[in-house]
């Protein structure tokens, strides 16, 4: 199973929007830029929406279906691990093997010396063509790097083994992600993860380092842009010499965890992509669950209400909400519209105010970010929610495939 050079990854947290996620994705297809979707769900997501991985297979398998897409499509295990794999193992075809929790950890005396013995194969400083400085390989290198990410790459090994030794050799996706942490990893460090990665035999089609910057969720970059300009396009070049040199798969890419909508890199990293003909998987999740509230807001009357709830409960409930994001999530307590303000908006002025569309006078980030951490409260409505999904299908579909197509993938593919 090869993931083709372009895929988009399209987070779904209620499995309503599969066939506007997937007419977006076509759109670009149309227009000359082949894209492979995958539909990706994390377990974390399951467990407070309540929802179970088969949906998501069902989701996925009814939008190709009811469009005729006849290229292939995934869907992704996201953010796994050896405890929780399994729910997803009959449903996945595509596996992000989560080790960031492993970095750090202490590895067995003799896997360490393997590693080591294996690098100074490559010499005493391995020149990347296009990166000014060698890596150095050292022993005092090499045990430094060993002692961050020798055990998290070993249970890479053990967790892509274990989906193996069930579905098969080449019958799925494989990505090795450690995005959820706070220090970034360097093109050096990539280097070395991806030489662990190669030793282990875990055949990673895509990697998803921590990139530097703030990834907030569901709002733009924050950081600095050059400094992230440098470090993915030498993480492009040390993928390339990995692919050569240490036996990878060939269409090894980078997967990039937006925390969705990370409008301001998107074209440094199309330009980048460009430049040396590689290809790029970007993930996206709550920005379709906040485009659905829009949605939701411009059809009106008992949409707009529910919509309107969704906020209110949030904003009373801020800091349950937020506490299992509060590394990835910004918010301004004195921005936030009181309750009483809301309910006197009309649909434009709340839709204006969480669409992404920076520069607009009502775009408001931290209404936005409460909302993006607030599909608990939705998920809670139970049917209410989806029913009105479904009852106003046609206005939040229109909303969640303008969003994908418009500001994602005409941002990221110069469509
Ligand atoms: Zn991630």
């Not at 997501?45 to 991985?53: A, F, K, R, Y």
């Not at 010396?113 to 060698?134: D, N, Q, R, Y």
């Not at 839709?351 to 931290?366: F, Q, V």
């Amino acid at each position: 199973m090869e993931l083709g050079k372009y895929s988009f990854g399209v987070g779904d947290r209620f499995s309503h929007e599969g066939e506007a996620q997937l007419r977006a994705l076509m759109k670009a297809n149309a227009k000359g830029i082949e894209v492979t979707p995958v539909w990706n769900k994390s377990n974390r997501e399951h467990n407070i929406v309540h929802s179970e991985p088969v949906e998501t297979r069902k989701e996925a398998d009814a939008a190709v279906k009811a469009l005729g897409w006849t290229g292939g499509y995934y869907v992704d295990a996201d953010h796994i691990n050896l405890t929780n794999v399994d729910r997803f193992i009959a449903y996945s075809n595509f596996f992000t093997l989560d080790v960031a929790a492993y970095i750090g950890n202490p590895s067995e005396v003799a896997d360490v010396a393997a590693f080591v013995a294996s690098c100074k194969k490559l010499g005493a400083k391995v020149s990347i063509p296009g990166i000014e400085a060698p890596i150095i390989i050292s022993d005092e290198i090499l045990n430094n790097v060993a002692g961050k990410y020798l055990a998290a790459i070993k249970e890479a090994g053990k967790i892509y083994r274990h989906i193996e030794s069930v579905k098969g050799k080449n019958n799925f996706i494989t990505e090795v992600s450690m995005d959820e942490v706070e220090a970034p990893q360097t093109p050096v460090d990539m280097f070395f993860i991806l030489k662990m990665i190669a030793d282990e035999k875990i055949p990673a089609q895509t990697i998803a380092p921590k990139f530097t910057g703030r990834f907030n969720k569901g709002v733009d970059y924050v950081g600095d842009v050059a400094q992230f300009a440098k470090e993915f396009e030498q993480d492009v070049l040390v993928i390339d010499y990995a692919v050569k040199n240490f036996g990878l798969p060939e269409n090894l890419k980078l997967s990039v965890h937006s925390g969705s909508d990370k409008f301001t890199i998107y074209p440094v990293m199309a330009e980048i992509i460009k430049k040396y003909d590689k290809g790029l998987h970007v993930k996206t999740a709550g920005t379709t669950w906040l485009e659905e509230v829009i949605g939701l807001a411009v059809a009106g009357g008992e949409a707009l209400e529910a919509a309107k709830h969704i906020y209110t409960a949030a904003l009373g409930r801020k800091e349950e909400l937020c506490a299992p994001y509060a590394d990835v999530i910004d918010i301004d307590d004195a921005k936030l519209p009181s309750v009483k303000e809301v309910a006197g908006w009309n649909s434009e002025k709340f839709a204006n105010t969480l669409r992404h569309i920076p520069g607009h006078p009502d775009y408001n980030s931290n209404f936005r970010q409460l909302i993006h951490v607030g599909y608990k409260v939705a998920a809670e409505m139970g049917e209410k929610y989806t029913g009105l999904l479904e009852k106003y299908a046609e206005i939040v579909g229109g909303c969640v495939e303008e969003n994908i197509y418009d500001r994602h993938l005409k941002r990221l593919f110069n469509l």
